[in-house]
């Protein structure tokens, strides 16, 4: 129970990895593969953040 709702806070921007995992009672690398195997990325990135950011490099 504590998994899936430690999941669903985490897909809802409302914990962190770490918050997750801590909530869950797992380490981080098992906390990213429940994830996985539930189909929620783990990295959240915006792609317009993303092409921000390759421009300020170019």
Known sequence: MR?????????QGKL???QGAEF???CLY???ALLA???????NYDP???DRE???WA
Do not use: H, R, S, W
């Open 16 to 18: 962190t990895l770490g």
């Open 30 to 32: 098992d906390f990213t």
């Open 37 to 43: 195997v539930q189909n929620i990325p783990v990295i």
């Open 24 to 26: 869950c009672g797992i």
């Open 3 to 11: 998994k899936e709702y430690a999941t669903k806070m985490y897909q």
């Open 54 to 56: 390759l421009a300020e």
């Open 48 to 50: 317009e953040d993303l």
